[in-house]
C-alpha cells in the first residue's frame, strides 16, 4: 500500500463470517481511503452484503474486526455506529411512509444534534427552523424540495431513494455506505443518481458502494474489490480490475 | 419553550371549550349529569395518554388498565393514611404507576408487535390477580379499598378533629363532589391534552412517530429507540395512574375489576374507534363509549315504544323487538356493531370520517395530520 495508516477511514481487518458450515466471507481485508469512492463488486451470493451488514453492526463478525477512524465497530450497536459518522442507504428504501418528505429529512437531524436519546418534548417542531431549512436545502440537493410536504409513501421508487439518500446526507457522515442505490432505476434516474453521487464526492465523503451495474462502478469507483464466493479476488483501479482475467472468470463462472 | 403556531392555538382552545361546556352541550343527550361527565374527562386523560404510546410509538399495550388500579388503590391509601386533599394522592398515584410502568415497559419493550401486547397482558393480569387475592392485605381483595372510620389520616387529623361520617376526597376545603369535582377532572384533562399535544408537535414526538413508522431506519439513523419506547409506555403509564386516581377522587374506592383485561380492552377500543395517532379521536371514541355504557344500557322497552310510536300499529311492535336488542343490556351489541363499521368503513377512526367531510367541503387536497402546519405561513416567534 502506497498509502500511510492515517488516510484509512475504514480498515475491515481479517474478517470471517460462517452461517453454519457456510463461509459466506473468508479472509476479507479491505482499507477505504478518505474521501474516496470504493466499489464492491462481484456475482450474486459472492457476499457483498454480508460484507455491508458487518460494517453497520447489523451481523456480528465470527472473527475479525472492523475499525473505522479509530472506534471498532465490531459488537457496537446499529445507533451507535450511525453515531460516530457511518450512514447506509438500503437496498430496498428504509423511510418513514406516513411521514411527510420534509419531515423524513429532519428525523435524521435530529438525531445528528441531539444525540441518541434526547427528551426534548417541550421544544415545538416549528422552532427547529435551522433544522427545516438544512433538510430543503438538501431536498434542493436531490431535486425533491418541490414535494417535500407529501406522504413519501406515495413517492416513486426512485424519488424514495433519492429521499433516503437526503436523509443519509443530512447527517454530513464521514462513512457512507450504499446498497445498490440504482438497483431497479430507469436509466435516466440512474443517471441523475450518478451525478448526484458525483456531487457528494466533490465534498470529500468517503463511501462504499455495492453494485451489479457496471456502468454506475465505472462512472464513479476509486478503487474496486472485486469479491467472489466470501473471499477477495482482485483489487484496485476501475482500468486494472476490468483488464484483470480472474475477474471476467469469476463473472463469467457466476453467471453459468 | 411555550411556541404554539395557530393550528395548536385553534386545536386547544377548541378541545378546551369543548370540555368546559359539557354540561350545556351534552343536556339534551341525556348525559349532563356530574358523575357520567367525570367519567367522560377520566376517560378522556386515559386515553390521551393510552395514544402516546399506541397511536404515536405504535406498541398496542393490551393491559393499560392496570396502572389505571395501581393509581386508583395508591389515591386511596393516601386518602387513608395522609389526607383528603387530591393533590398529594394524585401525585402519588401519578408517580407510583410510572414506577409499575418502568418495571413492566423494561421487559415488556424486549419485543415488538404481538408479543408486546401477550407481554403487557400477561403482566395486567398478574396485577388483577395481585390485587384480587394474593395483596389483599393492602387491596382489600374482592371487597374493594375503602375509606373506613378508623382511617389515621395524619395529616388532616393534625389539623382538625375527626368528624362523625366519612369524609370526601377535597380540594384544599373545596369538596371534589357534583359538578365541582366535573371541574376538577376537566381542568386536568385540559392540561393533559396540553402536554400531549407539546409531545406530538416536538422533535420527540417526531421520533416516536419514526420509531412508528420503521424502526429499522431509526436504528440505522442513529436512535436508540429502547429508551424512547420506554419513555413513551412510561409517559403514557402515568397518565392511566392519573386517570386511576382522579377515579378515586371522584368516588374514593378501588377494586380489582378495574384492572381486568376486559378493562384495558375497552381503553383500546375506544382509541382504535375514535382514531388512533390523532389528538382528539381518542376522547371522542372514549366518550362514545362511555355513552353507551351508561346512557344506551338505560334505554328500556318503554323508552322504544314512545320513539317508535309515530309507526301505524301492527308495525311498532317488530321494530321494538328489533331494537330491543340493541339497547338495555344489548349495549355491547350496539357497540360491537358500531366498531365493525368504523374498522371497515373508517380505519383511521371517527376522525378519519371527520376528515373526509372535511376535505369533501374544502374540495382541496389536505395533507395529513401534522404535516399540513409546514404548508402554511409561519407566524412569528
Known amino acids: 500500500m502506497t498509502t500511510n495508516d492515517k488516510d484509512i477511514v475504514l480498515h475491515v481487518a481479517d474478517v470471517h463470517k460462517t452461517f453454519g458450515g457456510l463461509h459466506a466471507l473468508s479472509d476479507i481485508d479491505l482499507q477505504v481511503e478518505q474521501g474516496k469512492t470504493h466499489a464492491i463488486i462481484g456475482p450474486n451470493g459472492a457476499g457483498k452484503s454480508t460484507l455491508l451488514n458487518v460494517c453497520v453492526g447489523r451481523l456480528a463478525p465470527t472473527s475479525g474486526a472492523v475499525i473505522f477512524d479509530g472506534h471498532t465497530l465490531t459488537g457496537k450497536k446499529p445507533h451507535e455506529i450511525n453515531q460516530v459518522g457511518v450512514a447506509r442507504v438500503f437496498q430496498t428504501p428504509e423511510i418513514f411512509p406516513e411521514l411527510s418528505v420534509l419531515h423524513n429529512v429532519m428525523v435524521p437531524a435530529f438525531a445528528k444534534r441531539d444525540g441518541s436519546f434526547s427528551l426534548n418534548f417541550m421544544r415545538h417542531l416549528d422552532t427547529q427552523s435551522d433544522i427545516r431549512s438544512e433538510a430543503e436545502s438538501v431536498l434542493e440537493d436531490v431535486g425533491l424540495v418541490a414535494q417535500k410536504d407529501v406522504h413519501a409513501g406515495s413517492l416513486s421508487r426512485g424519488d424514495k431513494r433519492r429521499m433516503e439518500l437526503a436523509m443519509c446526507l443530512i447527517q454530513h457522515p464521514r462513512l457512507l455506505l450504499l446498497d445498490e442505490p440504482t438497483a431497479g432505476m430507469s436509466r435516466h434516474d440512474t443517471n441523475t443518481t450518478i451525478d448526484l453521487l458525483k456531487r457528494i464526492k466533490e465534498r470529500g465523503m468517503t463511501k462504499i458502494i455495492i453494485e451489479h451495474d457496471m456502468h454506475v462502478v465505472f462512472s464513479l469507483a476509486d478503487k474496486i474489490s472485486v469479491l467472489a464466493q466470501g473471499r477477495i479476488i482482485a483489487e484496485g483501479s476501475p482500468e486494472e480490475v476490468r483488464a484483470n482475467p480472474k475477474v471476467q472468470e469469476a463473472y463469467l463462472g457466476g453467471a453459468h | ?381
Open chain 2, 1 to 381: 419553550m411555550f411556541f404554539m403556531n395557530r393550528r395548536d392555538i385553534l386545536v386547544f382552545a377548541g378541545f378546551t371549550i369543548l370540555v368546559l361546556t359539557m354540561p350545556i352541550w351534552l343536556t339534551p343527550t341525556g348525559a349532563a349529569y356530574p358523575a357520567l361527565m367525570q367519567t367522560f374527562a377520566i376517560y378522556g386523560i386515559m386515553v390521551i395518554g393510552f395514544n402516546i404510546l399506541f397511536g404515536l410509538t405504535g406498541y398496542l399495550s393490551f393491559g393499560h388498565a392496570a396502572f389505571l388500579g395501581v393509581g386508583s388503590y395508591t389515591a386511596v391509601w393516601s386518602f387513608k393514611l395522609l389526607t383528603m386533599n387530591a393533590i398529594p394522592a394524585l401525585l402519588f398515584a401519578v408517580l407510583l404507576s410510572g414506577v409499575f410502568a418502568v418495571v413492566i415497559g423494561y421487559v415488556s419493550l424486549r419485543r415488538s408487535g404481538i408479543y408486546f401486547s401477550i407481554l403487557t397482558l400477561a403482566f395486567a393480569q398478574m396485577c388483577y390477580s395481585l390485587a384480587y387475592s394474593v395483596l389483599t392485605p393492602i387491596t382489600n381483595g374482592e371487597t374493594s379499598l375503602q375509606l373506613t372510620l378508623q382511617d389515621p389520616r395524619v395529616i388532616d387529623l393534625a389539623f382538625t378533629e375527626r368528624g362523625s361520617g366519612l369524609p370526601v376526597p377535597n380540594l384544599f376545603g373545596l369538596p371534589m363532589t357534583g359538578l365541582t369535582g366535573f371541574y376538577f377532572c376537566a381542568v386536568i384533562l385540559v392540561l393533559a391534552f396540553f402536554l400531549a399535544q407539546r409531545i406530538t408537535n416536538s422533535p420527540f414526538g417526531m421520533t416516536l412517530k419514526g420509531i412508528k413508522s420503521n424502526q429499522n431506519r431509526m436504528d440505522y439513523t442513529g436512535f436508540n429507540t429502547r429508551p424512547y419506547t420506554l419513555a413513551a409506555f412510561v409517559i403514557s403509564g402515568m397518565y392511566a395512574g392519573l386517570a386511576g386516581g382522579l377515579l378515586a377522587v371522584t368516588d374514593p374506592l378501588a377494586g380489582a375489576e378495574r384492572m381486568q383485561w376486559t378493562a384495558s380492552g375497552e381503553i383500546v377500543l375506544m382509541t382504535i374507534l375514535g382514531g388512533a395517532g390523532t389528538l382528539f379521536g381518542p376522547v371522542i371514541g372514549a366518550w362514545l363509549v362511555k355513552y353507551a355504557e351508561n346512557i344506551f344500557s338505560a334505554f328500556n322497552e318503554s323508552v322504544l315504544h314512545n320513539f317508535f310510536s309515530f309507526l301505524p300499529d301492527g308495525m311498532e311492535e317488530p321494530f321494538v323487538w328489533v331494537a330491543a336488542l340493541f339497547v338495555g343490556e344489548g349495549w355491547h351489541l350496539t357497540l360491537g356493531l358500531l366498531f365493525m363499521i368504523v374498522v371497515i368503513f373508517l380505519p383511521g377512526g371517527i376522525m378519519e370520517g371527520v376528515r373526509r367531510i372535511g376535505t369533501l367541503f374544502r374540495r382541496r387536497p389536505d395533507t395529513s395530520d401534522g404535516s399540513a402546519v409546514s404548508a402554511k405561513q409561519q407566524p412569528a416567534e
